[in-house]
């Protein structure tokens, strides 16, 4: 459990409203990359700067709420999403209920293994596949702040671990079991500039060494080190 106490039924609901905003993904066929969106890992930060970086044919999901710089582009087209839910692991289940209701060809918060079926296998086979995941403890924490920023700081860290909704990412990466990551790299999120700078070389998108200025930044003000914070 965490320290902190009340309010905790009066945020779940608002919590869960926030839960449900949306994050890209990236095909650059300029740049022959697939970009896989992961949770609290800079993702937004780094949409926004391959966004202008990627061709007029690429495919860039929208975000919701929009963000300045990130334009969506080549996302729109039917699939039925049927195959796709009932051979998902339950747990992932969640992942799919979007694409469910709006049956789109590309969507957000999309699985590894859902892209490659969506794709060529030319495609899938010729392009670097790259997501970030982040130390799960620091994850939560940053994860938290942001939906306390969103409610006004009045959801506790006890209220937030309670509704179960924690970051979980390896699903996004990996293939149905969970058990075999099917991306080209995970970048750690602890040596992000030197990994992106890597990345960015190996798929020749140009990198001064910094993203910009930090999407979502503003949401958190405690840095206290979560190994202080959980007990």
Known sequence: ?????????????????????????????????????????????????????????????????????????????????????????????????????RRKKFYHHMPAYVIRKRVSPEIWKGYFKFCVERSPWDKVLSHYHMHAARKGDSLTLDAYLATGKLPINYRRYTDPSGRKIIVDRVVRYEKLMAELSEVFAQINVPFEGTLGAKAKSEYRQDWTPYHSVFN
């Not at 061709?55 to 975000?63: E, F, K, N, R």
């Open 1 to 101: 459990m965490a320290r902190g106490g009340a309010d905790e039924k009066s945020c779940m609901v608002d919590w869960m409203r926030y839960s449900r905003l949306r994050t890209p993904t990236i095909i650059s066929h300029k740049h022959k990359f697939i970009f896989i969106k992961t949770v609290k890992t800079a993702g937004m930060s780094i949409e926004v700067f391959l966004s202008p970086q990627c061709g007029s044919d690429d495919i860039l999901t929208p975000v919701d709420p929009p963000v300045e710089g990130h334009l969506p582009r080549n996302h729109e087209g039917f699939a039925c999403p049927a195959v796709d839910v009932f051979k998902s692991p339950i747990g992932a289940l969640s992942d799919l209920c979007h694409p469910f209701r």
